[in-house]
């Protein structure tokens, strides 16, 4: 493992976060741009390093913050970490219906279909409510650290990375690169409608062709 950019300190002194609250989204994404691979889901793209920061960002979180799409998609289960979905239409992904009492939140918004069905599965405490049409992003970050979450993981998907940047309550994007190209046709780590948001690098660490790098985002 080599820093390239950054203190050259263990990954775990050199993914600290830098302040309470913080809120850092992770992804991992081929060298041409595709954030799924061959199974339609990043398992097929990720590799054992970026594994290893993976895992070491959830060593350093309180929450997990998941959209739901890729709690579906990637068949989700219950994790000793909190797990909050994020859905505009409020159904709680299959595989975390059947979760332990308070384990798994629902951040969803007052119109959504299936709220009162989320609120038998979860209880009324895990089902947060912001905004009426479209889940208030940077509320939801306040009700967490309020709740005693001051260090939020997201890990995506690209449609929850994109608004949480728009709605500037993103800190920071950790971004592994792995060393493929894989064509066809995959979504970006980022969807929707565009934005643009300036980063600056914080560090980049290299190992066997794989890229780790942490982007702040500019304030
Ligand atoms: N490369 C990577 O690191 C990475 C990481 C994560 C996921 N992925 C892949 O990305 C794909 C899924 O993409 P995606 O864009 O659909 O993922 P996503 O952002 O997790 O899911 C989109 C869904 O999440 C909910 N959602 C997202 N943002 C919301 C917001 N601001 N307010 C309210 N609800 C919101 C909505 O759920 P409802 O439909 O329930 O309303 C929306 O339809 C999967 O194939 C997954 O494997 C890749």
């Not at 600290?16 to 081929?30: G, I, Q, S």
């Amino acid at each position: 493992m080599r820093v390239l950019v950054g203190p050259d300190v263990p990954l775990e002194e050199l993914y600290a976060a830098p302040a309470e609250p913080w809120l850092r989204v992770n992804m991992v994404v081929t060298v041409d741009g595709a954030a799924t691979g061959a199974d339609g889901t990043s398992r097929s793209i990720n590799n054992p390093f970026d594994q290893q920061v993976f895992r070491l960002l959830r060593a350093q979180a309180d929450v997990i913050v998941v959209g739901a799409g890729t709690l579906r998609e990637e068949g989700y289960r219950p994790n000793p970490l909190p797990i909050v979905a994020v859905s505009r239409s409020g159904r709680v992904p299959p595989t975390l219906r059947s979760s332990p009492p308070g384990r798994v939140l629902l951040a969803t918004c007052a119109g959504a279909p299936g709220i009162a069905e989320a609120r038998k599965l979860l209880g009324e405490e895990q089902v947060l409510v912001f905004g009426s049409h479209r889940v208030d992003l940077a509320a939801l970050r306040e009700a967490l650290v309020q709740r005693g979450f001051r260090q939020i993981l997201s890990e995506g998907g690209p449609h929850l990375l994109r608004d949480l940047l728009d709605e500037g309550v993103a800190d920071e994007l950790c971004v592994t690169t792995v060393p493929h190209v894989i064509g066809g046709l995959h979504p970006r780590i980022s969807n929707g409608p565009p934005v643009d948001v300036p980063l600056h690098l914080h560090s980049l660490v290299e190992h066997e062709g794989t890229l780790l790098a942490r982007w702040f985002v500019e304030r």
